[in-house]
């Protein structure tokens, strides 16, 4: 079974940045692409980062430039670096396994002020 625990949120002002970190078990994540996501209050999830199992990474055009993500395989953890962070990201991020049907994690808040 897939475990997924986010951690790294918080409350930041607009400018600043911060780095999520996704501890995964139950699974190799060296094998697999993985994800962030986010859903803010009143909208639907969306995808907002992906890395590939060979290390290839794609981002939603609203974070492209601002937002890296990662993966430590030998740590089994993936990581989303925030930089120059808007009231619009706001939101409870979550990691995932993509194009797979594991249970969603808890999730961390992300809450931007202007």
């Known amino acids: 079974q897939v475990q997924l625990v986010e951690s790294g949120g918080g409350l930041v002002q607009a400018g600043g940045s911060l780095r999520l970190a996704c501890a995964v078990s139950g699974i190799r994540i060296s094998y697999y692409a993985m994800a962030w996501y986010r859903q803010a209050p009143g909208k639907q999830r969306e995808l907002v980062a992906e890395?590939?199992?060979?290390?290839?990474?794609s981002y939603a055009d609203s974070v492209k430039g601002r937002f890296t993500i990662s993966r430590d395989n030998a740590k089994n953890t993936v990581y989303l670096q925030m930089n120059s962070l808007g009231p619009e990201d706001t939101a409870v991020y979550y990691c995932?396994?993509?194009?797979?049907?594991?249970?969603w994690g808890q999730g961390t808040q992300v809450t931007v002020s202007s």
């Open positions: 890395i590939t199992s060979g290390g290839g990474t």
């Open positions: 995932k396994r993509r194009r797979y049907g594991d249970t």
